[in-house]
């Protein structure tokens, strides 16, 4: 290998080892710069994160929970409004089949089932018109199930909540 190749190859290690952390470090400040003006323009948290306020349905919108058997649901909910069961003790293995439909079909809406405060499952709607939930207990607790209007609109909602 002449010495001039073998120069140059010595030339073009050395550069590459001493430009590597050079480049790094300048990238790295980019990206800092870029995130700081980022937090100027959207202050935490980001608006498109920060959740939608829920207002539950006045008092005469709740929906009777029987402990076994069928109990049907029918409401008109406002955009972004939840109506919600009165608490039902149930004990551990009973099953919860929800069957809600959207009869205008133009928003979307979730079925929740909540026990002692805390959401077990939920379920969206599909194409903006039906949501089908089955859920099997377990725990033994006060159980509450609540649907969600998570539209713009407002929506007309059917269906049947079956305890066994």
Known sequence: MPLSIFIFNIFLILSLTLLTPITTYAAS????????NILTEH?????????KEEHIAPESSTFSLEEKGISPISDTLSPNYVIQSNSSFLKTG??????VMNKYANGNF????????H?????KSTDKTTAFLNYTTKQSGDYVIKIRNLSNNTIKINGTIEIN
Do not use: A
């Open 110 to 117: 979730q079925i929740e089932i909540v026990l002692n405060g």
């Open 94 to 99: 009973r099953t919860i089949d929800i069957s």
């Open 119 to 123: 959401t077990m499952v939920s379920k």
């Open 43 to 51: 202050p935490e948290p980001f608006p498109s994160f920060i959740p």
């Open 29 to 36: 400040e980019q990206l800092s710069n870029i995130y700081n």
